[in-house]
């Protein structure tokens, strides 16, 4: 299972999505580095399973969750 940190959601028209380049600067007000959502990539598409933080573990950059894993979750990666 592939897993992603998503810091937040913006969603973007198509013509705004087509003027990014490198280098580009998008603003996320809403976005706290104590509220992180985690997200699991199944094939059904991607699906929220916990919130973290942002945090340093060991000089590196690293998540903490917040919530346990969302246990429907578990329990559909358990049944495969």
């Not at 913006?10 to 706290?32: D, F, K, Q």
Request: proline share 5%; aromatic share 2%; with cysteine.
């Amino acid at each position: 299972v592939h897993l992603d940190v998503v810091l937040d959601r913006l969603p973007m028209t198509v013509a705004e999505c087509l003027r990014l380049e490198a280098g580009s600067v998008i603003e996320l007000p809403g976005t706290h580095r104590s509220k992180l959502t985690i997200t699991a990539d199944i094939i059904e598409g991607p699906v929220d399973i916990a919130e973290g933080e942002l945090g340093v573990w060991k000089h590196q950059r690293a998540v903490r969750l917040k919530s346990n894993i969302d246990p429907v979750f578990l329990q559909e990666v358990a049944a495969t």
